[in-house]
């Protein structure tokens, strides 16, 4: 098993920043990949960015070049620098372990963007 622990989020002014990061305990050498992903009120959880054992990125286009996801492998950490935020933002981020045969989820953390 794995046990993920969000943290980082906030209220923040539209064009402003956060930081958000993803601890990863357990079985954390059975992890293919860890990513971020996003729920608004009413809508479908979706992707926002992915990173593999790798160190291969990618991001949903509504994100791409304002927010960058890095890993800290000594620290077992995942994090979504997001910048230049937008209302449309606003969501609860989740993180995510994929491993071969299951998927972990963190409990979410609150992103929320004022114009």
């Known amino acids: 098993q794995v046990q993920l622990v969000e943290s980082g989020g906030g209220l923040v002014q539209a064009g402003g920043s956060l930081r958000l990061s993803c601890a990863a305990s357990?079985?954390?050498?059975?992890?293919?990949?860890m990513g971020w992903y996003r729920q608004a009120p009413g809508k479908q959880r979706e992707l926002v960015a992915t990173i593999t054992r790798g160190g291969t990125q990618n991001y949903a286009n509504s994100v791409k070049g304002r927010f960058t996801i890095s890993r800290d492998n000594a620290k077992n950490t995942v994090y979504l620098q997001m910048n230049s935020l937008k209302p449309e933002d606003t969501a609860v981020y989740y993180c995510?372990?994929?491993?071969?045969?299951?998927?972990?989820w963190g409990q979410g953390t609150q992103v929320t963007v004022s114009s």
């Open positions: 995510k372990a994929q491993l071969s045969w299951n998927n972990y």
């Open positions: 357990g079985s954390i050498f059975s992890i293919n990949a």
